[in-house]
């Protein structure tokens, strides 16, 4: 039984895909779409199983590829069959069926057969290569909300003084878990990425990423920083790195093109401290439709093979409302941030801490599990006694532990002389201010994501900045 194509050349093409689609056995054609927006408003429609197209379509990208692929339809590319770059183009764009346009028409119909046949055999995989029915990067679910009454920031009254818990030196279990060990393993094959991300507010994600970034970084481990905050991005400002054109969204035009490459990915990032390169975010807040989440996914993927470690700083907004309020895909401003926590390895979750803080905290650590499957750790930052009363470090651990089930916390000290310091220089506190509490606070979570012991344990005498609660 014929099914159902539609096509999409350019205009040198239509003879030659005439011709080749006249008395086929396989397909039927039912529309000539004049361009990529007619082609996809055809498929949304479900008005076709197969998409002939050919490399040189105007607009035509890895995004638009995979969105043909999450319509349900198949995607055969045509190209000169002397032209091996428009094949390599056509496959660098997520097709991996292709046809030579001087093809005949039982060549046509053996491909549309095999196509058939790969869809009965129980392979259950799409056109582009991508499992049926798995979404795209950053599809996740969110968590259900997790029904607790109470105030979080009632613990913080209630809790008294006496009975402090006692520190200790090792690494505890990440958010969420009982036994969950955040120390990376030297020797992976390819890079980790770590995402910082966490609650509404001036938490200090940023901060902690360049300051963690900086600490990973060394003349001999790489360290690649990607600001991908697509609502407020403050990486180039806080390293004093001026870029008229930013790196990500070069790097995810290339990408849209399938032509990123981990060479093309390191001339993008610029070299800011020994081993620690940084791809700087978006300048406006309005050209957050630059980086799409299948672009940042590639650039991710790129990221690994350059780096040891890919430290990702993105908005704290993860609602998926585009749903909502379209009919067909819409584009997806939170895209960004749910493409980073699906690809990460670890989640840094961040928070402030105070009342207001740390309530968003616990929302945030309830929503996590929905977003990501991968090892988490909380950070608390500006950590002092009057938001919360004598022994902030305990009573913060123990709220979270109560009302989010988190069974370690690093603190980071209040050090607002320290933080203006390395602003007012683009500086890392590295840099600046070397032995500064939060500087050791955040050289020690640096110990704990790469594994790496020692030093870590020097900064104990003056600030504990990983406490486990007690149980």
């Given at each position: 039984?014929?099914?159902?194509?539609?096509?999409?050349?350019?205009?040198?093409?239509?003879?030659?895909?005439?011709?080749?689609?006249?008395?086929?056995?396989?397909?039927?054609?039912?529309?000539?779409?004049?361009?990529?927006?007619?082609?996809?408003?055809?498929?949304?429609?479900?008005?076709?199983?197969?998409?002939?197209?050919?490399?040189?379509?105007?607009?035509?990208?890895?995004?638009?590829?995979?969105?043909?692929?999450?319509?349900?339809?198949?995607?055969?590319?045509?190209?000169?069959?002397?032209?091996?770059?428009?094949?390599?183009?056509?496959?660098?764009?997520?097709?991996?069926?292709?046809?030579?346009?001087?093809?005949?028409?039982?060549?046509?119909?053996?491909?549309?057969?095999?196509?058939?046949?790969?869809?009965?055999?129980?392979?259950?995989?799409?056109?582009?290569?991508?499992?049926?029915?798995?979404?795209?990067?950053?599809?996740?679910?969110?968590?259900?909300?997790?029904?607790?009454?109470?105030?979080?920031?009632?613990?913080?009254?209630?809790?008294?003084?006496?009975?402090?818990?006692?520190?200790?030196?090792?690494?505890?279990?990440?958010?969420?878990?009982?036994?969950?060990?955040?120390?990376?393993?030297?020797?992976?094959?390819?890079?980790?990425?770590?995402?910082?991300?966490?609650?509404?507010?001036?938490?200090?994600?940023?901060?902690?990423?360049?300051?963690?970034?900086?600490?990973?970084?060394?003349?001999?481990?790489?360290?690649?920083?990607?600001?991908?905050?697509?609502?407020?991005?403050?990486?180039?400002?806080?390293?004093?790195?001026?870029?008229?054109?930013?790196?990500?969204?070069?790097?995810?035009?290339?990408?849209?093109?399938?032509?990123?490459?981990?060479?093309?990915?390191?001339?993008?990032?610029?070299?800011?401290?020994?081993?620690?390169?940084?791809?700087t975010g978006l300048p406006r807040?309005?050209?957050?439709?630059?980086?799409?989440?299948?672009?940042?996914?590639?650039?991710?993927?790129?990221?690994?093979?350059?780096?040891?470690?890919?430290?990702?700083?993105?908005?704290?907004?993860?609602?998926?409302?585009?749903?909502?309020?379209?009919?067909?895909?819409?584009?997806?401003?939170?895209?960004?941030?749910?493409?980073?926590?699906?690809?990460?390895?670890?989640?840094?979750?961040?928070?402030?801490?105070?009342?207001?803080?740390?309530?968003?905290?616990?929302?945030?650590?309830?929503?996590?599990?929905?977003?990501?499957?991968?090892?988490?750790?909380?950070?608390?930052?500006?950590?002092?006694?009057?938001?919360?009363?004598?022994?902030?470090?305990?009573?913060?651990?123990?709220?979270?532990?109560?009302?989010?089930?988190?069974?370690?916390?690093?603190?980071?000290?209040?050090?607002?002389?320290?933080?203006?310091?390395?602003?007012?220089?683009?500086?890392?506190?590295?840099?600046?201010?070397?032995?500064?509490?939060?500087?050791?606070?955040?050289?020690?979570?640096?110990?704990?994501?790469?594994?790496?012991?020692?030093?870590?344990?020097a900064s104990r005498s003056r600030?504990?900045?990983?406490?486990?609660?007690?149980?």
């Amino acid at each position: 039984m014929s099914r159902p194509l539609v096509t999409a050349v350019a205009p040198r093409w239509e003879s030659q895909v005439a011709a080749l689609l006249d008395g086929s056995t396989q397909a039927r054609l039912v529309r000539r779409c004049a361009d990529l927006p007619e082609l996809l408003g055809v498929t949304r429609a479900g008005l076709a199983e197969v998409v002939l197209l050919s490399h040189d379509l105007r607009g035509l990208d890895r995004d638009a590829v995979l969105g043909l692929g999450a319509d349900g339809v198949q995607v055969v590319g045509v190209h000169p069959r002397d032209d091996p770059d428009a094949a390599r183009a056509l496959q660098r764009r997520g097709v991996t069926t292709l046809l030579a346009v001087e093809s005949t028409t039982p060549e046509l119909d053996a491909v549309l057969a095999s196509l058939g046949r790969a869809d009965s055999s129980g392979d259950d995989r799409g056109p582009t290569g991508t499992p049926a029915g798995q979404g795209g990067p950053g599809h996740a679910e969110h968590g259900a909300d997790s029904g607790r009454r109470t105030d979080p920031a009632a613990l913080l009254v209630e809790a008294g003084p006496e009975g402090a818990g006692q520190d200790d030196a090792g690494p505890g279990p990440a958010a969420g878990t009982d036994q969950q060990d955040i120390s990376g393993q030297d020797g992976s094959p390819e890079g980790e990425v770590v995402v910082v991300w966490g609650p509404h507010g001036s938490t200090g994600r940023t901060t902690v990423a360049v300051n963690l970034a900086a600490e990973l970084a060394s003349a001999t481990t790489q360290v690649l920083l990607v600001d991908a905050d697509t609502y407020g991005a403050g990486v180039a400002q806080a390293l004093a790195v001026l870029d008229e054109s930013p790196g990500v969204a070069a790097a995810a035009r290339v990408a849209d093109q399938g032509t990123l490459d981990a060479d093309h990915l390191v001339r993008l990032a610029p070299r800011v401290r020994p081993g620690l390169l940084v791809l700087t975010g978006l300048p406006r807040a309005d050209r957050w439709t630059e980086l799409r989440e299948s672009a940042l996914a590639d650039i991710l993927q790129q990221a690994r093979s350059v780096a040891r470690w890919v430290v990702v700083d993105v908005a704290p907004t993860v609602e998926q409302d585009e749903e909502l309020s379209f009919d067909t895909s819409a584009p997806r401003r939170n895209g960004a941030a749910l493409c980073a926590l699906e690809e990460a390895d670890r989640v840094l979750v961040v928070g402030t801490g105070d009342p207001v803080g740390l309530q968003r905290l616990v929302r945030s650590v309830d929503q996590l599990p929905g977003l990501t499957r991968a090892k988490a750790q909380v950070v608390v930052t500006r950590v002092r006694p009057g938001p919360v009363g004598p022994e902030p470090g305990r009573r913060i651990t123990e709220t979270l532990r109560r009302f989010a089930g988190v069974g370690q916390v690093h603190l980071v000290p209040e050090d607002r002389d320290a933080l203006d310091a390395a602003l007012l220089h683009g500086h890392t506190l590295a840099e600046s201010r070397p032995a500064s509490p939060a500087r050791e606070s955040i050289r020690t979570l640096a110990h704990l994501v790469s594994g790496r012991r020692g030093s870590a344990d020097a900064s104990r005498s003056r600030w504990w900045p990983t406490r486990r609660a007690r149980t």
